[in-house]
């Protein structure tokens, strides 16, 4: 069975720091393009921070660029959102996803290129 569970989220201070965690089974982190992506109040799912499959470089939106940061732990088929900075803008529900195949720089954005989702996890920007 594949799954992906998203945790870490939570209430914290503009300025702070949270991680993220999007464990995966049935495949592993490291054979998969993984994706974070946010969808705020009223607003559309975006991408916010990706691992490439193959080169496992990673793309990161303008937004979050310096803030936030993607890692892959192999050995627990995790992986992380490390955010520092965080603004009242940030505020949102973060969903973690995976695709399959090898995805180019363009086509890492769209929702449509994923195959499996996690459930999201909430995080809120507030003082």
């Known amino acids: 069975d ?4 998203a ?12 991680r993220l965690s999007c464990a995966a089974s049935g495949f592993t982190v490291n054979d998969v393009t993984i994706g974070w992506f946010r969808q705020a109040p009223g607003k559309e799912r975006v991408g916010v921070s990706f691992l490439k499959k193959g080169d496992y470089g990673t793309v990161n939106a303008d937004s979050v660029k310096g803030r936030f940061t993607i890692s892959r732990d192999n050995a627990k088929n995790t992986v992380y959102l490390q955010m520092n900075s965080l ?6 529900v973060y969903f973690c996803a995976a695709a399959k195949r090898r995805l180019i720089t363009s086509s ?10 996690g459930q999201g996890t909430l995080v809120t920007v507030s003082s």
Do not use: C, K, M, N
């Not at 594949?2 to 569970?5: G, N, P, Y």
């Not at 945790?7 to 702070?16: A, F, N, T, Y």
């Not at 890492?108 to 989702?117: F, G, R, T, V």
């Open 2 to 5: 594949v799954q992906l569970q």
């Open 108 to 117: 890492l954005w769209p929702i449509a290129s994923y195959d499996y989702w």
């Open 87 to 92: 603004r009242p803008e940030d505020t949102a």
């Open 7 to 18: 945790s870490g989220g939570g209430l914290v201070q503009p300025g702070g720091s949270l």
